[in-house]
């Protein structure tokens, strides 16, 4: 594990919760970092990416509108605002980090760091 995420919880739908997503311990070097979430009995699935030298960010439909992504420097630390949560954004969220390019930071394969996960819970 190389990178941590916190920030995980149980929420109410329509609630929000702020994950956070920091390198553990050894230097990082990325272009882009990013959220991916794994529901249960799903595959792992995009959120959310920034380029980590820049404004670019990029969204999954399902979350685009609801979720920020954004980052520290200062704090080499990754943050995903979700707001409006619904019952099907239950997932383990993992963030991810990477020297990918634009064309393939929605792919799980492009990032080589990964966090150990966090559990974000939404009830109805």
């Known amino acids: 594990v190389q990178l941590q995420a916190f920030g995980g919880g149980l929420v109410q739908a329509g609630g929000s919760l702020r994950l956070a997503c920091a390198p553990s311990?050894?230097?990082?070097?990325?272009?882009?970092r990013g959220w991916f979430r794994q529901a249960t009995g799903k595959e792992r699935e995009f959120v959310a990416a920034?380029?980590?030298?820049?404004?670019?960010?990029y969204y999954a439909d399902s979350v685009k509108g609801r979720f920020t992504i954004s980052k520290d420097h200062a704090k080499n630390t990754m943050y995903l605002q979700m707001n409006s949560l619904k019952p099907e954004d239950t997932a383990v969220y993992y963030c991810?980090?990477?020297?990918?390019?634009?064309?393939?930071?929605?792919?799980?394969?492009?990032?080589?760091?990964w966090g150990q996960g966090t559990l974000v819970t939404v009830s109805s």
């Open positions: 991810a980090a990477g020297r990918g390019i634009v064309t393939t930071i929605s792919i799980a394969t492009a990032y080589g760091y």
């Open positions: 311990g050894r230097t990082i070097s990325s272009t882009y």
């Open positions: 920034i380029r980590w030298s820049g404004g670019f960010t």
